[in-house]
């Protein structure tokens, strides 16, 4: 009979089955499968962003909280999962979903991740993934070594070295980050005389013992929300993550910086990570990495860039230059899930000292004892999939030059895309793009010649309404469905650092073509136009400001 | 053409197709995927759980930290994974692994983990998932109901609240925990007057505001190793991760718990947290939930339940009374991974109160806006795959009465081996199942015999000889790779608290029959007679004894 798609009546011998691995390929899981797997190619090969239904109409769909009593086919519950699911999620990899940071995946990863499921590996320690071990360390060492280049010897030495750790693969950039500072942490506040370390004894006895009153991490004002929640967690304070000014280009200011850290260090506040930005979220720019490393290095503290963004460029022989001095940080974040186009959970830590980690290390009586190479005594999750397999394949089926030329366009494209905005009349280019991100408005043409004589108040209303119809446009143009560009608060120079809401446009996705952006932008323009409600407001003051 | 399986020269017309969708199910790729299908069903098959060959072996073959400068085509390198890493993964699905609790899979999941691949949502926020988010909604709810058992209004009222959480989803179980006692300090040294509470001003501060001299977390002897990880990254510092004494079953002493408080108290040291272990990782056992609730209700602790094994005995309604007083937990950590039968990365955290979350609530400003109904305002991690899904089918494809069966079976096959064990001369119970987990070890009849006359020093060098025969044991066992059990060292009551080595198992698969038990055991016993090292030395102590 081959596979029975029901649990019919509950029994055990039904149950039995659904653990049992099929013998013929024709069975009915087959089929289900093929169905499935064309339902799912179509989904994709589709160019519409999402279904347009309101997310309370969707809710009634999953809507009851009691586990089900009697049992489903598979078959029908595929089908349900099409209807119901399938059909009302986000079409993450349609080229023209360009407001985020989640894009098309390679095809060849819809296979190959069947291995990581199968095979249902736990990276936790050896005795449940064996080979798994030492491929999850190749990866580590290759970002490593991308990033820090040090020589064949060293990795020899180092990779798969029990004591060591060349990083950290976590389910994202947050985990990494966190994981950053959180060694950080220790190692600043390390086992002294009598004081048994930080992580013994906790963050009260450990500024007793050094007599600071409070410790800080400084990054950016544009740095990624993570990072608070690391300083929320860690016990350090959400306050004590200090935001340092930046300039017009979203990248800290060096001297801002410095003048930072003098005033917390008279304050007796101990500055113990500094952290630099490569790739901000919202506009994609780069800290001055290398001024950052020469302050870090001065004032002893630990230099973490948050590269889970921009990361990937290291890949491009043309553009890895911009993140010039990351060779000097102490540790690296880097989310192979955005521009290194793997599924979703593929976070990376990396530390340039291979013992960094010791500060973190942890032990266990039925695993991770001392001396194994179980990679769970490093890291902060414990039980973990597989994934670093699907990195692992990526860098070798597209390899360095083939990630090359995806960095390379996707910068070329938003270069072209900051052209396209500068040449429309009545568009307004907010940040210019440094990687593949770049964040702009719309601005009816003769409202931006009234903003250049308006005065201050004027100004700050027709500001404000501006505002408003970004918001506008952006939800409408969600909710149409045909693409999607995301929306953020920035505070940029050219406008006295006003509040200014902007779309904000990520072009990772190969597929996104010149013909795309020109639609997009079109379609704002008349999205712009249906506002009835804020449009007129502002024509009619930009024509009571243009008659005077 | 078709799909194109390498990227031929590195052009970016090759890598556009890589991207893109094939019309043709008999493309390159589809073939490609078929052949893997097979492999791993094979694979799946084998009663083998790992391949010999030394990790040092393994690592040679990632070995190199160069990323390669490239391409490989698909085929190729699918080979090359089959060959170098499925051959030499561990069978954590083969009914004779039961040494951990990863198990096998149900089967439908291979094809319906596809949807969760291809889709490739981003669970943080509603435009990266849409219906998933709902989806995850209700699987918290579902998993909320199992545990608290509130009314339909209630899920109504906060299932789907844009302000509040019934839990979060993890990677596993660590996050679970973390988060819990996260919340539990976060909500313990709050907002108060001046001091605008430790999220944001940090643990010094907050220990000077409430004139605490520290902060405890209070767990059985027994807990898991994550929650000193916890203790360490919350900054409360792992010697306060304070381990209370257990009774012969491996349950927390609710005296020896009271006791501890009160030391703890008159050192000014604030016990904010208290955990109950509801399936104690080496042995499965459960603590007397109830009695401490009360205890945390009259302290004002926060009570989280670590049930990350045993959560899933609440499907059995012949079992879920081992878990009385569950309900009364303010949070429980549930890792559907493990006895649940879903695939690595599915951990969960509940709370009883859907405000708890708030004190770790944080915004951005281009996600996560407040009044927003995205997921990633109340979870640790940031960006999050789709995993939820997969337990969403599992609960309507097995339901509930299935995993009754599945956890009654467990249970039942741990008592089977228990008794099997106790049958034999040459055998040692050393905790009794109370969960489907067992721990024991080899001992030779006679030195059984001589253990009951034997002096002080004679029992405790036996007893240092026994526990290298059971390491010894365990070792060769896995190596030889027909079957796996594990090993941890515990402290057991009969042995005067002695550090005793015992083969540790675990009997959640399904497919694991009594035959396999039995030639378990005949295995271990064979191996033993092989250690020519150890066994000579405990049979000529145990005849000299018994010659007395």
Same mark, same amino acid.
């Given at each position: 009979?081959?596979?029975?798609?029901?649990?019919v009546? $509950?029994?055990?011998?039904?149950?039995?089955?659904?653990?049992?691995?099929?013998?013929?390929?024709d069975?009915?899981?087959?089929?289900i499968?093929?169905?499935?797997?064309?339902?799912l190619?179509?989904?994709?090969?589709?160019?519409?962003v999402?279904?347009e239904?309101?997310?309370?109409?969707?809710?009634k !769909?999953?809507?009851?909280?009691?586990?089900?009593?009697?049992?489903?086919?598979?078959?029908?519950?595929?089908?349900?999962?099409? !209807?119901?699911?399938?059909s009302?999620?986000?079409?993450?990899s349609?080229?023209?979903?360009?407001?985020?940071?989640?894009?098309?995946?390679?095809?060849?990863?819809?296979?190959? *991740?069947?291995?990581?499921? /199968?095979?249902?590996?736990?990276?936790?320690?050896?005795?449940?993934?064996?080979a798994?071990?030492?491929?999850?360390?190749?990866?580590?060492g290759?970002l490593?070594?991308?990033?820090?280049?040090?020589?064949?010897?060293?990795?020899?030495?180092?990779?798969?070295?029990?004591?060591?750790?060349?990083?950290?693969?976590?389910s994202?950039?947050?985990?990494?980050?966190i994981?950053?500072?959180?060694?950080?942490?220790?190692?600043?506040?390390?086992?002294?005389?009598?004081?048994?370390?930080?992580?013994?004894?906790?963050?009260?006895?450990?500024?007793?013992?050094?007599?600071?009153?409070?410790?800080?991490?400084?990054?950016?004002?544009?740095?990624?929300?993570?990072?608070?929640?690391?300083?929320?967690?860690?016990?350090i304070?959400?306050?004590?993550?200090?935001?340092?000014?930046?300039?017009?280009?979203?990248?800290?200011?060096?001297? /801002?910086?410095?003048?930072?850290?003098?005033?917390?260090?008279?304050?007796?506040?101990?500055?113990?990570?500094?952290?630099?930005?490569?790739?901000?979220?919202?506009?994609?720019?780069? !800290?001055?990495?290398?001024?950052?490393?020469?302050?870090?290095?001065?004032?002893?503290?630990?230099?973490?860039?948050?590269?889970?963004?921009?990361?990937?460029?290291?890949?491009?022989?043309?553009?890895?230059?911009?993140?010039?001095?990351?060779?000097?940080?102490?540790s690296?974040?880097?989310?192979?899930h955005?521009?290194?186009?793997?599924?979703?959970?593929?976070?990376?830590?990396?530390?340039? !000292?291979?013992?960094?980690?010791k500060?973190?290390?942890?032990?266990?009586?039925?695993?991770?004892?001392?001396?194994?190479?179980?990679?769970?005594?490093?890291?902060?999750?414990?039980?973990?999939s597989?994934?670093?397999?699907? $990195?692992?394949?990526?860098?070798?089926?597209?390899?360095?030059?083939?990630?090359?030329?995806?960095?390379?366009?996707?910068?070329?494209? /938003?270069?072209?895309?900051?052209?396209?905005?500068?040449?429309?009349?009545?568009?307004?280019?907010i940040?210019?793009?440094?990687?593949c991100?770049?964040?702009?408005?719309?601005?009816?043409?003769?409202t931006?010649?009234?903003?250049?004589?308006?005065?201050?108040?004027?100004?700050?209303?027709?500001?404000?309404?501006?505002?408003?119809?970004?918001?506008?446009?952006?939800?409408?143009?969600?909710?149409?469905?045909?693409?999607?560009?995301?929306?953020?608060?920035?505070?940029?120079?050219?406008?006295?650092?006003?509040?200014?809401?902007?779309?904000?446009?990520?072009? /990772?996705?190969?597929?996104?073509?010149?013909?795309?952006?020109?639609?997009?932008?079109?379609?704002?323009?008349?999205?712009?136009q249906?506002?009835?409600?804020v449009?007129?407001?502002?024509? *009619?003051?930009?024509?009571?400001?243009?008659?005077?």
């Amino acid at each position: 009979m081959g596979f029975n798609d029901k649990i019919v009546d $509950v029994n055990f011998e039904s149950l039995l089955r659904i653990f049992t691995v099929p013998e013929a390929p024709d069975s009915t899981l087959g089929n289900i499968e093929q169905k499935l797997s064309q339902n799912l190619n179509e989904f994709l090969r589709e160019h519409i962003v999402a279904e347009e239904k309101p997310l309370s109409e969707i809710e009634k !769909d999953f809507s009851n909280a009691a586990i089900p009593e009697s049992p489903t086919f598979v078959s029908e519950h595929t089908q349900h999962l099409l !209807d119901t699911l399938v059909s009302h999620s986000v079409h993450t990899s349609a080229p023209s979903f360009i407001g985020h940071m989640t894009s098309a995946l390679p095809y060849f990863l819809m296979p190959l *991740s069947k291995i990581m499921i /199968a095979l249902n590996q736990n990276l936790v320690k050896i005795e449940t993934s064996k080979a798994f071990t030492p491929l999850e360390r190749q990866v580590l060492g290759m970002l490593h070594r991308l990033i820090y280049g040090q020589s064949e010897t060293f990795y020899q030495q180092w990779m798969h070295s029990a004591e060591h750790s060349l990083g950290a693969f976590c389910s994202g950039g947050t985990i990494a980050n966190i994981t950053a500072l959180w060694v950080a942490r220790n190692n600043a506040l390390k086992a002294d005389g009598n004081f048994q370390g930080v992580e013994k004894e906790g963050l009260f006895n450990a500024m007793m013992h050094y007599g600071y009153q409070g410790m800080a991490i400084l990054v950016s004002e544009r740095g990624h929300y993570s990072l608070k929640k690391a300083a929320d967690v860690l016990g350090i304070g959400r306050s004590n993550l200090v935001p340092v000014k930046t300039d017009e280009n979203n990248r800290i200011c060096p001297n /801002a910086l410095e003048d930072t850290i003098k005033q917390l260090k008279s304050k007796n506040i101990k500055p113990f990570a500094i952290i630099g930005v490569a790739g901000t979220t919202e506009t994609g720019n780069i !800290d001055p990495l290398d001024i950052i490393a020469d302050i870090a290095q001065r004032e002893g503290c630990h230099f973490h860039v948050d590269a889970a963004w921009g990361g990937a460029t290291l890949m491009s022989n043309n553009y890895r230059s911009l993140l010039k001095g990351i060779e000097r940080a102490d540790s690296v974040t880097i989310d192979a899930h955005k521009q290194l186009y793997i599924p979703m959970g593929a976070g990376m830590v990396l530390f340039k !000292d291979p013992t960094a980690m010791k500060a973190v290390e942890h032990h266990a009586e039925y695993i991770l004892r001392k001396g194994s190479k179980d990679l769970g005594s490093h890291t902060l999750e414990g039980s973990r999939s597989g994934m670093a397999m699907l $990195v692992y394949s990526s860098m070798h089926i597209i390899s360095r030059p083939g990630y090359e030329l995806l960095i390379d366009q996707s910068i070329n494209k /938003a270069r072209y895309f900051a052209d396209l905005i500068k040449r429309q009349a009545d568009f307004e280019l907010i940040s210019e793009p440094e990687l593949c991100l770049l964040t702009y408005r719309y601005v009816p043409e003769k409202t931006k010649q009234a903003l250049k004589v308006a005065t201050f108040e004027e100004r700050q209303q027709l500001h404000q309404w501006l505002n408003e119809l970004t918001q506008f446009v952006q939800k409408k143009q969600r909710e149409n469905g045909l693409s999607f560009v995301s929306r953020t608060r920035l505070t940029p120079v050219q406008w006295n650092r006003m509040e200014t809401n902007v779309f904000r446009v990520v072009l /990772a996705n190969p597929l996104t073509s010149h013909d795309i952006l020109h639609s997009v932008i079109e379609e704002q323009r008349q999205i712009a136009q249906t506002s009835h409600l804020v449009l007129p407001k502002i024509e *009619s003051l930009t024509k009571a400001i243009l008659q005077r």
